[in-house]
């Protein structure tokens, strides 16, 4: 099953502009990791938040968490050609659980 | 470090066969991941390893499905009388170099992608 979903499912923007992801989940969590993956390659982490941060920031990324509502979301700033890819969010499941569960995803297009 | 390597990269196999995909995790990572991932999907956590030990699997493991990772090193995913639902890409994570600690990151291969005919 999946612990995340991301919004929205598909995404257009021109180079230059700001791409924002959403993510919502389901259960209690330690921490949600957004991943990158291109086209027919496999997933690459950009960062990780804990539960007892709100906004976590790594070169053009940015992220936020707001715990009661659990959600999350992703923000690159500044997109370039290159960012075109799909964006997942992830969370182990549970307590004890080894299960990192990833959303459906978001498929990012940056047109040049 | 080298990333984690898994091979074949594609498999096109007939119905009914049995195939074999071999995952080598980054050297010194304890736990091992098998994921499937269909298009337009996000991957579906199969099962885990810390070493040896396979320590959790999905019910998406049916018993067409085997897993091993012998000496704790790197590790099979066998599919036995595959079918056109088994097409998909597998993907190998690793994680936790022994003595460091966990930070939950995952590492990923680049898959294995299997269509099933």
């Known amino acids: 099953s999946q612990q995340g979903e991301e919004d929205p499912q598909a995404l257009s923007i021109q180079e230059g502009e700001n791409a924002t992801m959403n993510c919502s989940y389901k259960?209690?969590?330690?921490?949600l990791q957004w991943y990158r993956q291109n086209s027919g390659r496999g997933l690459v982490h950009l960062i990780l938040?804990?539960?007892?941060?709100r906004e976590k920031h790594s070169g053009r990324l940015r992220v936020t968490l707001d715990t009661s509502k659990k959600s999350s979301s992703l923000l690159i700033t500044a997109s370039r050609a290159a960012d075109t890819a799909s964006y997942f969010c992830?969370?182990?499941?549970?307590?004890?659980?080894?299960?990192?569960?990833f959303g459906k995803g978001t498929k990012l297009s940056v047109i040049p | 470090d080298t990333g984690v390597s898994q091979d074949p990269r594609h498999k096109i196999t007939k119905r009914g066969q049995n195939v074999t995909f071999r995952c080598d995790p980054i050297?010194?990572?304890?736990?091992l991941y098998w994921y499937r991932q269909t298009l337009g999907q996000g991957p579906e956590f199969l099962t885990y390893?810390?070493?040896?030990?396979?320590?959790?699997k999905s019910r998406l493991l049916s018993d067409r499905f085997s897993a091993e990772r012998p000496k704790g090193s790197f590790s099979t995913l066998e599919i036995q009388r595959t079918e056109q639902g088994d097409s998909a890409m597998y993907l190998c994570?690793?994680?936790?170099?022994?003595?460091?600690?966990?930070?939950?990151?995952?590492?990923f291969g680049e898959g294995s992608r299997l269509t099933v005919l």
């Open positions: 938040i804990r539960s007892n941060e």
């Open positions: 994570a690793s994680s936790v170099k022994v003595g460091q600690a966990n930070t939950g990151e995952l590492f």
């Open positions: 050297s010194e990572h304890n736990r």
């Open positions: 992830a969370s182990y499941s549970g307590a004890g659980s080894y299960q990192l569960t």
């Open positions: 390893f810390q070493n040896e030990a396979q320590l959790e």
């Open positions: 259960t209690s969590i330690n921490n």
